[in-house]
């Protein structure tokens, strides 16, 4: 489906519409001629890069010369490429105003890539429940590092009010943060996040799982783009409902980067550490394993261990994957 079809804004010329998709002066000024057309990844999924064009939108695969690059360096969701449409391929990556990048938990430290050319950042936390400081504040680090706005969105107001205690907490982290208080099913509610909701305004969407980051996408959206979880009753936890990054254009021209949560291993003797980085892409490939409770270790159409076969998943990485995911389940 063509990018702006589905936003009300099909009425605009193609460049028009590009403007809609965050186009603008910082990466025209990099096309050159022969170039060809620009286009704005809206998700990697698994059979390539989605990639919107203003009138069109293509899925192609990443050639194996991007493989050859730093992670840094290759096609991430939110990125603007120089699209071959005769070849249907990337040319290239245009220069990037930002990117939203974190370090792995392994000892190597590889970066992953969270979305690129960011305007502002929600984070998103269940105002109900106890706010996790520390993470609120990594990622106020997180988006100060890369020159992006961050706005803290404390979801499930109609469960809760969030403690006036514990907001006040993070204000003491950071006296001028915007802290706006939603039901995200709620469309009316929701409108409190309009002030960032800007023409061509790309907005990534990040925080733990079951927190209501794909309701808000929803509910801003007026329409079901983005799978939701059921909660689970025993916890109240959501559980990786989302499994990919995409971008979702609204109505008024801004765009919405949803995500996958990131579930945190809580492991005592190292107090408490955060290994989502670890965790992230191999519990994404995990899904496509055969069994629900596979090990990775020598089972039938084992999806982890055939990534690490094919090159795509570093041995020591999911060595040590496995490692705290036992050091875990023994301290649980
Ligand atoms: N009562 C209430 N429920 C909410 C609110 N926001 C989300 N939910 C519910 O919380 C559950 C999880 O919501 P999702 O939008 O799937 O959460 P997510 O952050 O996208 O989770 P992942 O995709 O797993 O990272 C769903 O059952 C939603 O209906 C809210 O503001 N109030
Ligand atoms: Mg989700
Ligand atoms: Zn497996």
Known sequence: MPACAANGLGFLSAPNRLITLGWGPFF?????AGDG?????????????????????????????????????????????????????????????????????????????????????FIVAAGHEALNLARIERYLNLAEQSGVEAVLVLTKRDLAAASKDQVQRVRGLRPDLSIECVDARNAASVEALTPWRRLGATVALAGPSGVGKSTLVNTLSGTPVQAIGRIRQRDGKGRHTTTRRSLHPLSDGCLLLDAPGMRELKIPAAGERDVAGVLEDIEILAQRCRFANCRHGDEPDCAVQAAVAAGALDRGRLERYLLLKEEAARHR
């Open 28 to 32: 025209a000024d990099q096309l050159r």
């Open 37 to 121: 057309a620009p286009g704005r990844i809206m998700a990697m999924e698994r059979t390539g890069a989605r990639i919107a064009l203003g009138d069109d939108e293509r899925t192609v695969p990443l050639g194996g010369r991007w493989y050859r690059l730093p992670p840094e360096d290759r096609p991430t969701v939110g990125d603007w490429v120089a699209f071959d449409a005769a070849a249907e391929r990337i040319e290239r990556l245009l220069a990037r105003r930002n990117v939203l990048k974190r370090i792995g938990a392994g000892t190597r430290g590889e970066i992953q890539l969270m979305g690129a050319n960011i305007d502002t950042l």
